[in-house]
């Protein structure tokens, strides 16, 4: 048995990767394959998979979006189809993975939401999350309309925003993709924490790391992005 399948079946999410792919329902075979491909023979630790549907006029597009983590390399593969013809009979797949040394990694941040926070209790689930991470460097700029605490002030007052580092940012939703995506999303965050943190001491002893089980938190609520 490979090791990519292997290893899927000791996870300690919810599903398998191939039984993720199953549930996604976008060419689970080819994507499967893609994947195992990347990991080239490495054991897979732990995974995410996500599909999105975008809806433009009259035509459907869907995409998803693979993460397989290993002790080295953290893969992110993603997979776009293309209708080539009106009726939909001919279809092409775009395919593109990369592979990141997961000692590069220099954030990993998770956005939570939670509906009803004044009646919060441990139990309750985390209804959204927005998984971040970073490794080259790239920053995204959120600008929008400044403002003052008069509501009725009309003056102009220019703009605010925020820098965040991120090359690939997921959004899981519970209502979109149910509560054991976002588990799942949650899982794969703690593992690629541990890796990292594991990897950056082994590459310098000296360095300063997060501790297992430490993680930036932010309150960016962005659409699904992949660099």
């Known amino acids: 048995m490979n090791a990519f399948r292997s290893a899927g079946s000791h996870t300690p999410q919810g599903q398998s990767l191939e039984q993720a792919l199953q549930r996604a329902g976008f060419y689970p075979l080819l994507v499967s394959d893609v994947v195992e491909d990347a990991l080239d023979g490495q054991p897979c630790l732990a995974h995410l998979a996500h599909l999105e549907t975008h809806f433009d006029q009259t035509e459907i597009h869907r995409h998803i979006t693979v993460l397989a983590l290993t002790e080295q390399m953290l893969i992110i593969a993603h997979v776009d189809d293309q209708q080539l013809d009106e009726n939909g009979e001919r279809m092409m797949a775009q395919i593109s993975t990369e592979s990141v040394p997961v000692k590069q990694i220099r954030s990993v941040v998770l956005s939570y939401m939670y509906t009803q926070p004044q009646n919060y209790k441990p139990t309750d689930p985390v ?101």
């Open 127 to 227: 209804r959204e999350l927005t998984l971040s991470i970073g490794w080259s460097g790239s920053q995204r700029i959120d600008i929008a309309p400044a403002a003052c605490g008069d509501p009725q002030c009309e003056a102009d007052h220019g703009y605010t925003g925020n820098i965040a580092q991120e090359d690939i940012a997921l959004r899981i939703s519970a209502e979109a993709d149910g509560l054991l995506a976002v588990q799942d999303a949650k899982i794969f965050a703690r593992v690629l924490r541990s890796v990292n943190t594991r990897a950056v001491a082994i590459a310098d002893p000296e360095a300063t790391v997060l501790r297992p089980g430490q993680v930036a938190r932010g309150s960016r609520f962005g659409r699904n992005q992949h660099r």
